[in-house]
């Protein structure tokens, strides 16, 4: 089975600061797909990145990059100038090759970006 | 993007009684959809697999007679709380995908409460 976890249930950041949320996963699957999603305080669940594990190279979305190790099954998230719009729930979460869509979450990281 | 439509977005009901909530994928065609739960500061707990023309597929400990589902179509998918509790009250999240590999659009999610 596969399991999802973050281990920082808080964060907070100063506006325009750089911030790190973590996630380590343990699977025994070779390819699949890692997310992070985040959820502000309207509950709408909104794809922020997304990482094939075949590729090696780091996911990026303006702002948003992601630091993939595969062989330590960690995928942290980089959120830098944070914006007082980036204050929400962050869930990391995984998706084997062939799941169907079916994904698995962490237990989320709730960031605050301060003024 | 994909679209997916989940109403209603709020509801209460009485101690006892049926409700019914709606996960539609508006823009393409969802042979597969999933019904998560939420509490309170918690993550997504994925409750069952949807599956078009064919039954759910439950997650350990999800008791199937309280929650219905049905997928009678390709772009609907139901989640019906049988005789509802106050302990059924949560948030409810339904997602799809258009195929493999991508990632999942989740629905606005459903916030019942149970009084």
């Known amino acids: 089975a596969q399991t999802v976890t973050q281990s920082q249930p808080e964060m907070s950041v100063q506006e325009a600061e750089t911030v790190t949320l973590s996630c380590t996963y343990d699977t025994s699957e070779s390819n699949y797909y890692l997310f992070w999603y985040k959820q502000p305080p309207s509950r709408q669940m909104i794809l922020v990145i997304r990482?094939?594990?075949?590729?090696?190279q780091n996911a990026t979305e303006n702002r948003f990059s992601v630091n993939f190790q595969k062989a330590a099954k960690s995928f942290s998230l980089k959120i830098s100038d944070s914006q007082l719009g980036d204050t929400a729930m962050y869930f990391c979460a995984f998706m084997t090759e062939n799941n169907n869509n079916d994904m698995r979450f962490g237990a989320g990281t709730r960031l605050t970006v301060k003024p | 993007g994909a679209v997916v439509s989940q109403h209603p977005s709020r509801v209460i009901c009485k101690s006892g009684t049926s409700v019914k909530i709606e996960c539609r994928s508006l823009?393409?065609?969802?042979?597969?959809m999933f019904w998560y739960r939420q509490f309170p500061k918690q993550s997504l707990m994925l409750m069952a697999t949807s599956n078009e023309g064919s039954k759910a597929t439950y997650e350990q400990g999800v008791e199937k007679d309280k929650f219905l589902i049905n997928h009678a179509s390709l772009t609907l998918s139901t989640l019906t709380v049988t005789s509802a509790h106050p302990e059924d009250s949560s948030f409810y999240i339904c997602?799809?995908?258009?195929?493999?590999?991508?990632?999942?659009?989740f629905g606005q999610g459903t916030r019942l409460t149970v009084v």
């Open positions: 997602s799809a995908g258009i195929d493999y590999h991508t990632e999942a659009f």
């Open positions: 990482q094939e594990a075949y590729k090696q």
């Open positions: 823009d393409f065609q969802a042979t597969t």
